[in-house]
């Protein structure tokens, strides 16, 4: 089985090569800031290259998974459709060819013939890429293929990819925007009960090299299924600059003095404003504001924060399920914000836990698979159960009977 989450890895890393190649290679930083000309769009480029971005690396997932275990690939469910329209009106399905040759014609058709940057991205998409982790690789679990979907959220954050800022200062660890809120996110969940079993998060642009002006990634992942719980540990973030490892995260990383509050939550820009009223009184001044649903999840992941917390439907499946199997092999999870909003926690019903096999009813296009009823993610259940408790304490009853 580690296997699978071995692979995933690799071509996570692989997709996170093709992201940074967009940003650091001429040909298609040029196609890039094609994408931040709104309204004086260069009219030769006819396909939206943030979308070409984000199919090729979702492609490149799926073809080297179908690769490896034939028959995954059906399973393998994301945000984008592979099909393009040129120029021409020649309607191109978008596939990663067996040779870079052939990938080069095939780019250059979605591309209308742009050689230069369809060669720089065959390039990339065709180099081997290795991945290795001790931790992983002790690792012996047999899970039957048959029962796994993956969802895969190919560019996560893509307007603080296409903006590209790259001299954002954290927040206590936390980049509240910037490249470093971009992240790849591959989540695998069982299709039969739609708790989720693995998840790869690969963050990019961590650190940027100031001579060269290349960038560095990290890559997060974490495996929970029938009793085996297994991660990654992520370097211990610097709260004064955010970018440099600093060792390994061991318990809470908080201090007891840093705040009076107990708890502190990464947020939305958007969040309601009920929300932000309810939050401040729970956390103080410890709220954060992110861009990216992957990349608050993973400050969650990272111990930057107790919860990542919202409360609107804007949030998709692919863009929770990796997330979520990292924090349940840590001993966490991801909830339903309205189911728990209003469960009575002396029922000792279980958590509602996010599933993924499931559409929502009377929704059509991407709504089927929205996070209906907002999320929590967290890292502890006792800890979420206070939070909870406090967090209603503090809301309209309206709000807590949505």
């Known amino acids: 089985m580690s296997d699978i989450l071995r692979e995933l890895l690799r071509v996570s890393e692989k997709a996170a090569n093709i992201a940074r190649a967009c940003r650091q290679q001429e040909a298609l930083f040029q196609l890039l800031i094609e994408e931040k000309k709104e309204g004086e769009k260069n009219k030769k480029f006819a396909v939206d290259f943030k979308t070409l971005a984000d199919v090729l690396v979702q492609e490149v997932i799926k073809q080297n998974m179908e690769n490896k275990f034939p028959g995954l690939e059906k399973t393998i469910l994301g945000e984008e459709s592979n099909e393009f329209t040129n120029e021409l009106g020649e ?81 206590q660890g936390i980049f509240p925007s910037g490249l470093q809120c971009v992240t790849i996110l591959i989540g695998v969940y069982d299709i039969q009960t739609g708790v989720p079993l693995m998840g790869v998060i690969n963050q990019p642009f961590v650190s940027q090299d100031l001579n060269t002006l290349r960038w ?76 990216g649903a992957g990349y608050k999840s993973l400050c969650v992941v990272q111990g930057l924060v107790d919860v990542y917390i919202f409360s609107e439907d804007t949030t998709f499946k692919w863009d929770s399920c990796a997330a979520h199997a990292i924090l349940r092999a840590m001993g966490g999870g991801m909830v339903d914000l309205k ?12 958590l509602p836990q996010l599933v993924y096999h499931v559409e929502n009813v009377g929704t059509s296009g991407v709504d089927r698979w929205a996070n209906k009823g907002g999320l929590i993610a967290y890292r502890s259940s006792k800890q979420l159960e206070t939070f909870l408790s406090l967090l209603i304490q503090n809301l309209p009853p309206a709000d807590t009977h949505r």
């Open 216 to 291: 560095k990634g990290h890559c997060y992942w974490g495996l929970s299924y029938r009793g085996t719980n297994i991660y990654s540990r992520p370097p211990l973030i610097s709260k004064s600059n955010g970018s440099e490892p600093q060792g390994q995260l061991t318990g809470n990383t908080r201090s007891e003095a840093e705040s009076s509050h107990q708890f502190s939550a990464v947020i939305s820009t958007s969040e309601k404003e009920t929300m932000k009223a309810a939050l401040s009184r729970v956390c103080g001044d410890r709220i954060f504001r992110a861009a």
């Open 339 to 350: 189911e728990c909003l209003a469960r009575n926690p002396e029922t000792g019903l279980d």
């Open 91 to 171: 309607k191109i399905t978008l596939r990663l060819c067996p040779t870079e040759k052939e990938t080069v014609e095939l780019l250059s058709k979605v591309l209308n013939g742009n050689t230069l940057a369809s060669e720089a991205l065959a390039r990339v998409v065709h180099q081997d890429v290795a991945f290795t982790d001790p931790t992983l690789d002790s690792l012996e679990i047999t899970i039957p293929h048959d029962i796994l979907g993956i969802w895969v959220d190919p560019i996560d954050s893509t307007y603080q990819y296409i903006k590209g800022s790259a001299d954002v200062k954290p927040n």
